[in-house]
């Protein structure tokens, strides 16, 4: 039996179902990530080691899962421009609060995922609730939280975790075969990308999309659309705030730690193929994204291109990305609306035969077959209206 009777596709049909993946918008993200890392293997053969692969890996991982929530956010059809300042914010608060007694680790780590989220919540109210772009509300609170990190520590570094809780950003299980380390950051992210793959298919996930995609069909579906908005921005922050946990431990303690952070996450859900505008996305091609954009940036360093050159080249990421995305999307559904079926119109039904008058004849036949009408009179209508 044949593979065109059976229903299956063939070799050459699956081989080109995939490289129509490869060229999507969703799947040149892993394509390009591929010719980065063979690239940078090229100019600096030692990046091949397992070793320093995953310490590549290692520095991604604040990047990516910044990433995953700015992907909820974006694909609700928001953003969040606050994420840089939480990430600051969150770092100043660790090293600030729990000093050097490693008792207060667990206590602070809960006061900054509540403090992340309640960013989150207000985010999001100001957002459904009051009406403001989220551009806007949140470039307010970017500003209100920079502005307050740097009045608490004047603008320099101040204050330094114990060495307990700097660990989860800098330490990891030790003594494996081929990569030596196997670091907490990846670990982390591994969980982080695993629990946001979950989430995205559940039915809340999925109602994330629906309204990113269409507001109005999603509220007239019983969905409620400001709080689905509004957990999108929670998401948000707690992944700045877990990216904040991770940052303390090998970039220190500075009011600077975090800025850009929002741009750089933006980037790489666009370089993803996250539609700007919501309804469309696959959260682990954002993750995918901080890797491709950070390897863009490594090798860069490797060929010796200055750093000041990096804004410009996300800049050029970000236009480039989104018009390649619309462009993808314009052109598939002028495909659909090509390979649609057309239908014929539908024939007018035939007016029906009219038919000649009756004789004179047959009529007063045929009122005389009928009763003759009874009189009516006043004795009548009353006994009916049951009158005297």
């Known amino acids: 039996m044949s593979a065109a009777t059976t229903g299956q596709p063939t070799a050459g049909q699956r081989l080109a179902g995939f490289g129509r993946m490869l060229v999507s918008p969703r799947g040149a993200?892993?394509?390009?990530?591929?010719?980065?890392?063979?690239?940078?293997?090229?100019?600096?053969?030692?990046?091949?080691?397992?070793?320093?692969?995953?310490?590549?890996?290692?520095?991604?991982?604040?990047?990516?899962?910044?990433?995953?929530?700015?992907?909820?956010?974006?694909?609700?059809?928001?953003?969040?421009l606050s994420m840089g300042s939480v990430v600051t914010a969150q770092v100043v608060i660790a090293g600030n609060l729990i000093g050097q007694d490693e008792a207060k680790s667990l206590p602070v780590l809960a006061f900054m995922l509540v403090f992340g989220a309640f960013i989150g919540l207000i985010n999001g109210l100001i957002v459904t609730l009051l009406k403001v772009p989220s551009f806007i509300?949140?470039?307010?609170?970017?500003?209100?939280?920079?502005?307050?990190?740097?009045?608490?520590?004047?603008?320099?570094?101040?204050?330094?975790?114990?060495?307990?809780?700097?660990?989860?950003?800098?330490?990891?299980?030790?003594?494996?075969?081929?990569?030596?380390?196997?670091?907490?950051?990846?670990v982390v992210l591994a969980v982080v990308l695993?629990?946001?793959?979950?989430?995205?298919?559940?039915?809340?996930?999925?109602?994330?999309?629906?309204?990113?995609?269409?507001?109005?069909t999603a509220r007239y579906s019983g969905t409620r659309n400001w709080w689905v908005k509004t957990s999108t921005f929670i998401i948000s922050s707690?992944?700045?705030?877990?990216?904040?946990?991770?940052?303390?431990?090998?970039?220190?303690?500075?009011?600077?730690?975090?800025?850009?952070?929002?741009?750089?996450?933006?980037?790489?859900?666009?370089?993803?193929?996250v539609v700007l505008g919501g309804g469309r996305g696959w959260v682990v091609a954002a993750a995918a994204g901080a890797f491709a954009l950070e390897a863009l940036f490594t090798l860069l360093n490797f060929a010796g291109v200055p750093s000041t050159?990096?804004?410009?080249?996300?800049?050029?990421?970000i236009i480039i990305a989104v018009a390649y995305a619309a462009t993808t999307v314009r052109a598939r559904r002028k495909g659909r609306a090509l390979e649609a079926p057309t239908i014929p119109p539908t024939p007018?039904?035939?007016?029906?035969?009219?038919?000649?008058?009756?004789?004179?004849?047959e009529q007063d036949a045929a009122a005389s077959a009928r009763p003759a009408p009874i009189p009516s009179t006043q004795r009548a209508d009353n006994e009916t209206k049951g009158g005297s």
Do not use: K
């Open 29 to 80: 993200v892993f394509l390009l990530l591929i010719v980065l890392l063979v690239a940078i293997a090229l100019l600096n053969p030692s990046f091949a080691e397992p070793s320093q692969f995953i310490r590549f890996v290692q520095r991604v991982a604040p990047v990516a899962i910044v990433a995953i929530g700015q992907y909820f956010v974006i694909v609700g059809g928001e953003f969040d």
């Open 137 to 186: 509300a949140t470039l307010g609170m970017m500003l209100a939280l920079l502005g307050a990190t740097l009045y608490w520590t004047g603008g320099a570094a101040t204050g330094n975790p114990a060495d307990g809780f700097r660990e989860i950003g800098r330490g990891g299980i030790r003594g494996l075969p081929v990569i030596e380390i196997l670091p907490w950051s990846v």
């Open 194 to 216: 695993l629990v946001a793959i979950w989430f995205a298919r559940r039915p809340f996930g999925r109602t994330i999309i629906a309204l990113g995609d269409n507001p109005t």
């Open 238 to 273: 707690l992944s700045a705030t877990v990216a904040g946990v991770l940052l303390v431990g090998y970039a220190g303690v500075h009011p600077s730690v975090g800025r850009g952070y929002e741009f750089t996450a933006i980037t790489a859900v666009v370089l993803g193929g």
């Open 309 to 317: 050159y990096r804004d410009a080249v996300q800049g050029a990421i």
């Open 348 to 361: 007018s039904p035939e007016p029906a035969p009219q038919t000649s008058p009756a004789p004179a004849e």
